[in-house]
């Protein structure tokens, strides 16, 4: 299958609260026009705008050929195989992730979960779930394959002392 990239939704109400926060010290120097209080604004402004560039901007999800990858920001990026998703559905769960937008979607793997916000939720939900479905379609190939080739390379040998049923015992028998 094709790399297929999702770019995350952005909600306007979260445009406004980070264009706030890196505005408003900037704002600030009207108040107190100096050297100072530039300094001071362009401080809170940095404050504010690398942690959003670091952990934040870009943020997209890559539905690759074996794994989808979550990259947020420079900092954050986390790879989920296919073959680990156990569950995948549309929440709105406002907890802290890199998705910026609350329409998200939960991704469950093993006991681990990932938030994420694309664009076109929908279009990514049945596209991650066909690769999961393949994925699982594949590693269950894998293990018929394993399997059968395990039940030939026993096939013709005697069964391990274990395994025999109750009765059968090699020990010598004298009479008794």
Same mark, same amino acid.
């Given at each position: 299958?094709?790399?297929?990239? /999702?770019?995350?939704?952005?909600?306007?109400?979260? *445009?406004?609260?980070?264009?706030?926060? %890196?505005?408003?010290?900037?704002?600030?120097? &009207?108040?107190?026009?100096?050297? +100072?209080?530039?300094? *001071?604004?362009?401080?809170? #402004?940095?404050?504010?705008?690398?942690?959003?560039?670091? &952990?934040?901007?870009?943020?997209? /999800? *890559?539905?690759?050929?074996?794994?989808? $990858?979550?990259?947020?920001?420079?900092?954050?990026?986390?790879?989920?195989? /296919?073959? =680990?998703?156990?569950? %995948?559905?549309?929440?709105?769960?406002?907890?802290?992730?890199?998705?910026?937008?609350?329409?998200? +979607?939960?991704?469950? &793997?093993?006991?681990?979960?990932?938030?994420?916000?694309?664009?076109?939720?929908?279009? &990514? *939900?049945?596209?991650?779930?066909?690769?999961?479905?393949?994925?699982?379609?594949?590693?269950?190939?894998? =293990?018929?394959?394993? #399997?059968?080739?395990?039940?030939?390379?026993?096939?013709?040998?005697?069964?391990?002392? $274990?395994?025999?049923?109750?009765?059968?015992?090699?020990?010598?028998?004298?009479?008794?």
């Amino acid at each position: 299958m094709d790399e297929r990239r /999702y770019p995350s939704k952005i909600d306007a109400w979260l *445009v406004l609260v980070l264009a706030g926060a %890196i505005a408003t010290p900037l704002a600030l120097v &009207f108040l107190q026009p100096t050297r +100072v209080g530039l300094g *001071v604004a362009l401080a809170g #402004a940095t404050f504010v705008a690398l942690p959003v560039a670091a &952990f934040v901007l870009p943020c997209t /999800y *890559v539905l690759g050929r074996d794994a989808l $990858s979550v990259r947020a920001g420079w900092l954050l990026r986390r790879r989920i195989a /296919y073959r =680990d998703v156990v569950a %995948i559905e549309p929440c709105r769960d406002p907890t802290a992730a890199p998705a910026l937008s609350l329409r998200r +979607v939960r991704i469950t &793997f093993g006991a681990a979960s990932q938030l994420v916000s694309p664009r076109d939720r929908e279009g &990514f *939900v049945a596209e991650l779930r066909a690769r999961v479905a393949a994925a699982r379609g594949r590693a269950d190939d894998a =293990d018929a394959r394993a #399997a059968a080739t395990s039940a030939l390379t026993t096939r013709g040998r005697a069964r391990p002392r $274990s395994d025999r049923p109750s009765g059968m015992d090699d020990s010598p028998r004298g009479p008794s």
